[in-house]
């Protein structure tokens, strides 16, 4: 029997896309597995349309799927899921909120892959083999809404966070852009957007362009109050002594592909501040070499007391105000209040009314 093409259909609702992002999260989290979205909507043929392709890569090998994103709710929906995914010549997966453990068997036996957001799954091809079921659910059985974690905190949501508040045009950013700038999973940014939207930060999203950040304020100040806790530990502190203390003042810390924070940038900003404590962010790229020569061509030795401190940079953003040597205002802001010294904390003020506060936040 001649199976009809996979209907014509609407443009999947951003949720169904964060609801793939997050079941590719889930599925890392409990296989190490790494999937990355391919298409939203791909066409194949006349009338044929599926929700997306993905990839997995499993030990460096790609697996495509052809995806279709559904709550199962009967057995006979298994059925047709696999009806419409036989209509495709790549493989097909099912993509839910929730597996539950008779549905994970049933899938098994009509032999109907699947990924949901608890990270369970079945996948099975040459040289993969998954079976993930029983794991708990994050899904609101009376509302149907997604049950998310709140993510303000976590290292990832505040990389993700800090590129926003820094460059609100990525708001409205094809996802790889953030990836880029944040230096993040890319099936993390929905998850961050989720949960930024879910608790008033932001708002928009269904058409392109209208995303905008709300209460910047508030968002301002929940991010500089958790990185010192959250992320800054994080970056691999190390610290340094210089037997001279006023070695940085003739230093092209650019040199070492680093930027200044803290103290030091706050004086080149705003030239009220008279550094006590040097702070370095370093690139990750030839990250040993540079911090090696920057260690060598000044005298510094290691001490673990010492008042300069070097940190990983953890964002890729165009340098501010044609300043390459200094990292983000709000970063300045954040590494002063994290120190208990009330002159910077007078600074930190000066830098938030100059050049944080009035930021346009629309993209």
């Known amino acids: 029997m001649n199976i009809p093409p996979h209907p014509q259909k609407e443009r999947i609702p951003q949720k169904e896309q964060l609801l793939l992002e997050q079941a590719l999260t889930a599925l890392q989290g409990a296989t190490g597995i790494v999937g990355k979205i391919v298409a939203i909507e791909p066409g194949f043929g006349p009338g044929a349309r599926a929700d997306a392709t993905i990839e997995l890569n499993v030990g460096g090998r790609l697996y495509p799927y052809v995806v279709e994103i559904k709550r199962i709710d009967r057995f006979a929906a298994i059925g047709q899921i696999k009806q419409q995914l036989d209509n495709f010549r790549q493989p097909g997966l099912l993509v839910a909120p929730r597996i539950t453990t008779e549905t994970a068997d049933k899938c098994r036996e009509l032999d109907v892959q699947f990924i949901d ?171 040993r070499r540079n911090l090696t020569r920057m260690v060598v061509d000044n005298k510094l030795r290691a001490d673990p007391e010492g008042e300069i401190e070097v940190l990983e940079a953890f964002w890729d953003l165009p340098p501010p105000d044609n300043r390459p040597d200094i990292v983000p205002p709000l970063l300045v802001y954040a590494d002063l209040l994290a120190t208990m010294d009330p002159r910077n904390h007078e600074t930190a003020r000066m830098i938030y009314e100059e050049r944080i506060r009035g930021f346009d936040t629309k993209a």
């Open 117 to 287: 957001a608890n990270g369970n799954a079945f996948l099975q091809a040459p040289g993969l083999f998954v079976l993930v079921k029983g794991q708990r659910p994050r899904v609101n059985e009376v509302s149907g809404t997604t049950m998310l974690t709140p993510r303000a905190g976590t290292p990832t949501a505040l990389r993700a966070m800090f590129v926003l508040l820094c460059r609100p045009e990525l708001l409205n950013a094809p996802y790889r852009e953030i990836k880029q700038a944040a230096g993040i999973a890319l099936g993390a940014i929905g998850w961050v957007f989720f949960d930024l939207n879910a608790r008033g930060y932001t708002t928009g999203g269904k058409e392109k362009g209208d995303r905008r950040i709300l209460e910047r304020q508030r968002l301002v100040e929940e991010w500089v109050t958790n990185y010192p806790i959250k992320l800054r530990p994080k970056l691999n502190p190390r610290r340094f002594h210089a037997l001279d203390p006023n070695w940085w003042r003739q230093v092209d810390i650019t040199q070492y592909d680093a930027q200044w924070g803290g103290e030091v940038a706050a004086d080149k900003l705003t030239g009220h501040l008279r550094p006590n404590t040097v702070t370095i962010y370093l690139r990750l790229e030839d990250a």
